[in-house]
């Protein structure tokens, strides 16, 4: 079964940059596409981007675009978002997930970890 953890959430001023880590075991990389969805208080959970199994497509959100990106280690099953120039609503929780497809519904779920955009 696939298991996710995400880290690297935190406080972090506005215009500042974070990377979120997402550690991956029970499964490669070749085998399962693994997205970032986020979700704020009081709001509906939105998809943020995906790398497909094989790293053959990478999708970010058309709204954050230019401003996050996802990233991928094989050798360390790791799977990275590196968000820039944050601002006060891209405050959430940031969840890792894994299917064998990108999708809006993913079977494997990690905790999420928060990020607060605030100065």
């Known amino acids: 079964q696939l298991q996710l953890v995400e880290s690297g959430g935190g406080l972090v001023q506005p215009g500042g940059s974070l990377t979120l880590s997402c550690a991956v075991s029970g499964g490669t990389l070749d085998t399962y596409a693994i997205s970032w969805f986020r979700q704020a208080p009081g709001k509906d959970r939105e998809a943020v981007s995906c790398i497909s199994k094989r790293g053959l497509q990478v999708y970010v959100t058309e709204v954050l675009r230019g401003r996050f990106t996802t990233s991928r280690d094989t050798v360390k099953n790791m799977v990275y978002l590196r968000m820039n120039s944050l601002k006060p609503e891209d405050s959430a929780v940031y969840s890792c997930?894994?299917?064998?497809?990108?999708?809006?519904?993913?079977?494997?779920w990690g905790a999420g970890t928060l990020v607060n955009v605030s100065s």
């Open positions: 997930a894994g299917d064998h497809f990108c999708s809006d519904i993913m079977d494997y």
